[in-house]
């Protein structure tokens, strides 16, 4: 293929581009078609149809939860608005949505419940967490067997699935509503502070609520201090902070793949 050849490719696919997602561009595409004159508007309408619906189903695999509280009709509508403003640049459709939580937080279209792009942010958390690349899960035993007198000075490395969630409105508190089949109501309280460990075992994801301790002790870990050093963080947040509890918890999740010392 000759650079001349190269060339008038990419512009055609400028011209088909810009029609479908510009109406008002249709004219310019029609004669990249060779069907019909009387059947080209109506082809590209077609193309056109598929990629909205494309936008939507694959917004749709990825924020269930946040699909429920708008409603079809709404989620349509956003999904078109984000399509135009943040156009695919992946093969990979499982990455489409990787900008919804910052569009939401600028659009006019929700600026009136400002926890949609915190229940985005955490859904979309969770979607790569089930993509995440697959490792072996330590376990609070095998590391208490394996470390011995070395325990405190442990640092520990999270699961590939593993990621924590920090918020200003009730985004774990609305999402774990959405998991039960029965209809629940939305927290009382929105605008309260969230915290969540995000983890993926047997390849089921999990969201687990954590109170500001606990998160801190795991965002200390996450960036590479010793366990001693991330529950004494813990402790300095919360000097009732029930160590055991919080261990088993993380370890039973699978939040951890190795240790070192």
Partial sequence: MTKHDMSDLENSQLVFAGALLDVANTQAALPLFSTELSLREGRLAFYRGNLYAIWNQALANAYPVLQQLVGLEFFEQMAHAYGFAFPSDCGDLNYFGADLSRFLRSASMTSDYPYFADVAALEWQVHRAYYAADADMLSLAGLL???????????????????????????????????SEQEQGLPADLNVNNFALITRKEWQVQVHALDCAAYLALQALAQGKTVEAALEVAMEQDAQFDIATQLNLWFSAGAFSAYSV
Avoid at 147 to 162: C, F, I, N, V, Y
């Fill in 145 to 179: 067997s394996a470390a011995g007198e070395d325990l405190q000075s442990a640092t520990l490395r999270l699961h590939p699935a593993t990621q924590l969630h920090q918020s200003a409105t009730a985004s774990a508190e609305v999402w774990l509503a959405h998991q």
